[in-house]
């Protein structure tokens, strides 16, 4: 009887070791929701850029403002009747 509950309880500790500790086991599983989590942030991120790019291309596809804008944030291109001042800052 002693050898039957020794022999159960050994089983019960190789499948529990097997769960924890094994090929796709427990800690597989903990290391790969942590590295999920890791990528959906990552994979969020580059949404949100995607979607800014996006609009600033659709801005310059359909309109000229944009277009200017650019050109003069960018290159500092003013019209023939206006006056240009770029204000610096001070360094200390």
């Known amino acids: 009887m002693r050898l039957l509950i020794f022999i159960l309880i050994t089983l019960l500790f190789l499948f529990q070791y097997d769960f924890w500790f094994g090929k796709n086991g427990y800690t597989d599983y903990k290391n ?14 580059l949404s949100q850029r995607n979607q800014v790019i996006a609009a600033e291309i659709k801005d310059l596809k359909e309109g000229v403002d944009a277009i200017e804008e650019r050109a003069r944030l960018q290159h500092e291109m003013i019209k023939s009747d206006e006056t240009f001042y770029r204000i610096v800052k001070e360094h200390k």
């Open 32 to 45: 790969t929701a942590k590295e999920i989590a890791v990528r959906q942030q990552e994979n969020e991120k």
